[in-house]
């Protein structure tokens, strides 16, 4: 997918708002516990009832590779059920991937050929070689951890590099690399004032924002210091979505949630 | 397993090799192709051959995962295998995961519980709460990246923060964690002095160190530098091992480079 057909869709759903299907067993209703295949019958259900309100649906691989095979076969039909029934949305694997060259090669095909993702999450500690392979995918996206949302994010990404924080290096150094058009970067919605900071080193560039809602973050925060004129941002809500309700109608509670930051996202962007 | 177990294995067989299983179908012999699973038939054909040389096998699950369901049935057919047969033998799942809390937790599941791996490589970048969720298991060992073997380690890890490089912090913070003396640490052979410096932040913890070889590290320098009154050191050596012949001879071949190898460290311990 091109980043303008991303706008387009943004513009057209009145949201920017990404679902992060993050399925965990102990969490998702009990009855479904029965079918074949929870996972992928959860993810099913959530996509039905949500894909009007979305432009984006993030799996976080961990969720999935926690139950080997049947958690990857899980993870494939949720990606093929997507590009079939709903191709115009965006898909992200939240994989936090990152190796030397040619090792991040492999994870490249496995994310944006083997499973047709539209993007991936890449750790950036391993700098430009780590990174440039999965540059290299035509209309393909990488999303690099630049300041993230949890606690953590304080013992080195923020810590000064020559007057300018690690995370800020982190944006500054990518903009050098290899086809970094491709690029967008992860930025928590916990620290909403930073983004203003942000916006002036990637100012076109999309930021995928964790954090709002269950982690503390505030959407009109977040829009006030980092959108920019093509909105340029993906909320993404996770747990705060997804199990609303454990009972027969997690699916409808999903979308009045969803709804919810949708209403919200429409009357900031009009 | 513990570290003094580890510890028992690299006396007893005189050698702390580790062989990296990076499989690429595009470059094992041509007659395996032919077989139902080409990656496990290599990969047992190479453990068949050389377990009896080194301490430690290192699949990096990126060479699994860019062949989907397949590639991941063949990562759990490999460790299984090793499992069951060389019990004795220190697993590393090269993965290089790392993410929030309770994601992190997820990932520690996939490695330390359904593929039962001893140990996996992790991303620093999120720092404490991406790390100590690893670190709870008991006799799993978390391998975190410090100062890589690729060109990319320059930019980021050796920047200057208070008089003390990045990946120096890494390895000072890392310390402070709760369980931390179950980490052990990523130290690039292609930077053998760093390791002096390294040893006085680290005096007593393992190093897993990539890039002997095909990468251009110095064995010999490694040791002068690294190597601690415990050894303290597992050398990983991939494709200078594995793909030594890609004829029917590649067990043989694989099997004489490891050799060459052992004979070299069997020299250094004694």
Redesign the interface.
């Known amino acids: 997918m091109t980043t303008n057909q991303l706008i387009e869709q943004i513009q057209k759903k009145q949201s920017f708002l990404c679902i992060g299907l993050?399925v965990?067993l102990n969490k998702i209703p009990k009855h479904l516990l029965k079918e074949d295949d929870p996972i992928f019958a959860f993810n099913k259900a959530i996509i039905d009832a949500t894909h009007h309100l979305c432009v984006a649906y993030k799996p976080?691989t961990?969720?999935y590779?926690?139950?080997?095979?049947k958690?990857?076969?899980a993870l494939?039909k949720t990606i093929n059920y997507l590009n079939k029934n709903h191709p115009e949305i965006f898909t992200i694997a939240?994989a936090?991937?990152?190796?030397?060259?040619n090792?991040?090669t492999?994870?490249a095909?496995?994310f944006f050929e083997?499973?047709s993702f539209d993007s991936v999450t890449v750790?950036?500690?391993?700098?430009?070689?780590?990174?440039e392979p999965f540059l290299a995918f035509k209309n393909k996206h990488t999303i690099l951890?630049a300041l993230?949302?949890?606690?953590?994010?304080?013992?080195?990404?923020t810590?000064?590099?020559?007057d300018m924080e690690?995370y800020k290096?982190?944006l500054e150094?990518s903009k050098t690399w290899q086809n970094s058009e491709n690029l967008m970067y992860v930025v928590g919605a916990t620290k909403a004032e930073y983004l203003a900071d942000i916006r002036k080193i990637v100012p076109d560039s999309f930021l995928l924002v964790p954090g709002v809602g269950a982690q503390g973050g505030n959407l009109q925060d977040v829009c006030k210091y980092g959108m920019n004129d093509s909105v340029g941002l993906l909320i993404n809500s996770s747990r705060g979505i997804i199990y609303a309700s454990n009972d027969q109608d997690f699916a409808e509670a999903a979308a009045k949630k969803a709804e919810d930051l949708q209403l919200q996202m429409k009357q900031i962007i009009s």
């Not at 590779?65 to 095979?69: L, S």
């Not at 936090?96 to 060259?101: L, S």
């Not at 750790?123 to 990174?131: C, Q």
């Not at 810590?159 to 020559?162: C, L, R, S």
């Open positions: 993050d965990d976080n961990a969720f590779e926690a139950y080997g095979i958690g990857w076969k494939e939240d936090k991937r990152g190796d030397i060259g090792t991040s492999m994870y095909k496995a083997d499973l750790a950036p500690y391993m700098g430009k070689d780590s990174v951890l993230t949302s949890n606690a953590g994010a304080f013992d080195f990404q810590k000064m590099v020559n690690v290096q982190v150094t």
